[in-house]
């Protein structure tokens, strides 16, 4: 399923609007902001065991299940990325005689080595989306990540290989194991990376990722490599040279003691508001920003937002809150999605949570959730040009010229109670009536409406429902 499902609706006739109490959302259609919006900003991020990405209960291997063509990015590998060993297809081996097989229950081919990983990217590929392959970081073994490269050069090809982002390493922050072979590992270790040895690692890896590729690209291209914000603490400049993009990622509930107890809560925690104040998504990325500003061309590096989601927590022991499925959830993933396209982000990838695939961005029957059906909404954004705005306070919106020439609006409103009327005025855009495309997904809908509308936009008026999302497209002329 692509977009808001569809409810047929019949053209209104046009609506003289004379109000003097609904605020004012004014957008210059004229006046485009600086960036556009990256395609791929609608990314999916899987992990290595087979349950997040194997339909529950069922025994066949369907990667990316329901991602349909939504999806622009595919982030391979998480939370056990540096437990995978390619070579077996199996990962945490603390216990060598008990290593789990990464593709338990799948009798799909591929078999063998980087057998869980080359089943993803044959999806990526049909998808015709972008990978990004998160190489084991922590073994400290340049070598070893390289032997993956090639495997994928060999079923793929150099072309499609090259065209791949090779992150280095997953959350290098928390790595307890750091230079320990696989199989020696010891549950109890604690020998951790500093940023500057993890720069070493990063540099190391992309000369040999660089090997791999076929030494010198004929058009002199470095290879894509992504390594984590702990890189950004280095005080070593020479890893700005082979990095592409620096990765992050943003939990606002990353802990139990901050479950979130109201809707409101889910839907406010972009901003930092509720049980989360210091998580302010806004606040993150210009942080990271201006530790990337201190290096010399780090201000030009791509910004990743490689797991993004409410909470990184869920397990069977802590179960996930059922407002993560609710049209809370959409209103977060579309003011989300809005503050990454406003501070310029140029990767983004939903994750499920780090130990269960039943919160998101599906359900456990295969459903998509409304976060999700938002998600696919928004993408129409992909490739758009912001345009500028004066906002009313409370509504979180974005406005942006779309590739094919139509004005786009869209809005969320992440108070509990009570719905918003705005009149939505354009300026620079058709003055006669036009028909416009009016998508909404509420509580009362959460599998979302759309309806066709006859207005100026010069004054449209616009209703967003408490915790409800609202997407207007429009004709420009």
């Not at 395609?39 to 194997?54: E, H, I, K, M, Q």
């Not at 030494?215 to 603490?233: C, K, S, T």
């Not at 010229?401 to 109670?417: F, H, P, Y």
Request: net charge positive; hydrophobic share 45%.
């Amino acid at each position: 399923m692509s977009g808001l499902a569809v409810v047929a609706g019949r053209a209104s006739r046009p609506v003289l609007l004379r109000s003097k109490v609904a605020p004012l959302l004014v957008v210059n259609a004229l006046h485009h902001e600086a960036a556009g919006v990256s395609p791929l900003l609608f990314g999916l991020g899987v992990d290595l065991p087979a349950a997040t990405y194997v339909r529950p209960g069922d025994t066949r291997c369907l990667a990316l299940y329901g991602a349909g063509t939504t999806i622009t990015l595919v982030r391979v590998g998480g939370a056990k990325a540096d437990d995978y060993d390619w070579r077996t297809d199996t990962y945490a081996p603390l216990r060598p005689g008990h290593a789990i097989a990464a593709s338990a229950g799948c009798f799909t081919p591929p078999h063998g080595p980087g057998a869980t990983v080359l089943r993803v990217l044959d999806r990526v590929r049909a998808l015709k989306a972008t990978a990004v392959v998160v190489l084991g970081g922590e073994v400290d073994d340049a070598q070893a990540a390289a032997g993956l490269v090639r495997l994928v050069v060999r079923r793929y090809g150099r072309g499609f290989a090259r065209r791949i982002y090779w992150e280095i390493g997953n959350a290098p922050a928390a790595w307890q194991h750091f230079g320990v072979p696989l199989l020696a590992r010891q549950h109890d270790e604690h020998i951790t990376c500093s940023p500057d040895q993890y720069a070493a690692v990063v540099t190391s890896y992309a000369a040999a990722i660089a090997a791999a590729l076929g030494g010198a690209d004929p058009q002199r291209r470095r290879p894509l490599i992504v390594a984590d914000e702990w890189i950004a603490n280095a005080t070593d400049q020479a890893w700005t040279g082979v990095v592409t993009a620096v990765d992050t990622q943003y939990y606002p509930f990353n802990s139990p003691a901050l479950h979130p107890a109201t809707a409101a809560e889910v839907a406010q925690s972009v901003a930092g508001l509720g049980r989360a104040p210091d998580t302010a998504l806004d606040q993150r990325l210009f942080g990271l920003r201006a530790n990337l500003g201190q290096y010399n061309g780090g201000a030009d590096l791509g910004l990743f937002m490689g797991t993004w989601n409410v909470d990184a927590n869920a397990s069977p022991a802590n179960p996930a809150n059922l407002l993560y499925g609710s049209s809370a959830e959409a209103v977060f993933v579309a003011r989300l999605l809005m503050h990454l396209a406003r501070a310029g982000v140029a990767m983004a990838a939903w994750a499920p949570p780090l130990y269960t695939s039943a919160q998101a961005p599906f359900t456990l029957s295969g459903e998509p959730t409304p976060g999700y059906r938002v998600l696919a909404a928004l993408r129409v954004l992909a490739g758009a040009h912001l345009l500028t705005m004066r906002a009313r306070p409370g509504i979180d919106a974005l406005a942006a010229r779309l590739a094919d020439g139509r004005i786009a609006v869209v809005l969320a409103n992440a108070a509990g109670k009570g719905a918003v009327t705005l009149h939505v005025r354009v300026s620079g855009g058709a003055t006669r009536p036009v028909t416009a495309t009016v998508q909404s997904l509420t509580p009362a809908a959460p599998a979302g409406t759309t309806t066709r509308r006859t207005l100026r936009l010069a004054d449209a008026r616009v209703r967003v429902p408490a915790l409800g999302v609202v997407l207007m497209t429009a004709p420009a002329r």
